[in-house]
């Protein structure tokens, strides 16, 4: 029973503190006893490649910046304990006095944590290897390109597009391609 109420809400906190936020619940979970309502808590965060002088180094970036995920069975006391948590500023989807949040969609969230890496669901795609497909994000968002192949197994598409007046071969995840009717 308790499986079907778990769900995902979004926790607005102030920018620059999404891990600090992430460690206040993570230690508030034993202390004040909600350890049963409070299952997982998740900065949205990708590593990427920044270059700077000829020299590149990874850097993580935090993708949704003074937001926290949050997997929880909405109790009053499980409420009170994240809201009131510092470093947060409120519920995304909460009125305000004394609402509860909505829930997010599990498509959506699932969307936030394929893309982050943690999620073992497969996205079911609407295209194949010789389609045109749209890319939705990164840096080659709105480009059209045609699939060469795909990899099941990573969930990732080598797309062809046209950089510099050349056909260039990319790798895009699965999630961020969309069939082009």
Do not use: C
């Amino acid at each position: 029973m308790a499986e079907e109420k778990k769900e995902w809400y979004v926790v607005n906190t102030y920018a620059g503190h999404e891990n600090r936020v992430k460690d206040y619940l993570e230690k508030r979970l034993e202390t004040m006893g909600i350890a049963d309502n409070l299952f997982q808590i998740v900065v949205a965060e990708e590593t990427q490649i920044e270059v700077k002088n000829k020299k590149s180094k990874e850097v993580v970036k935090n993708i949704f910046p003074g937001y926290v995920f949050v997997e929880m069975i909405m109790t009053d006391e499980a409420w009170y304990v994240v809201r009131n948590t510092p470093g947060v500023t409120g519920f995304i989807g909460s009125s305000g006095g004394g609402a509860k949040p909505f829930p997010v969609a599990k498509s959506e969230i699932e969307n936030v944590l394929r893309r982050i890496g943690k999620s073992d669901k497969n996205v079911e795609v609407q295209f194949k290897v010789g389609d045109t497909v749209k890319i939705l994000s990164g840096p080659f968002s709105g480009m059209e390109g045609i699939v060469d192949s795909m990899n099941d197994q990573t969930q990732v598409a080598t797309v062809l597009i046209i950089l510099f007046g050349r056909e260039t071969p990319t790798d895009i995840n699965y999630i961020d391609l969309e069939k082009v009717i």
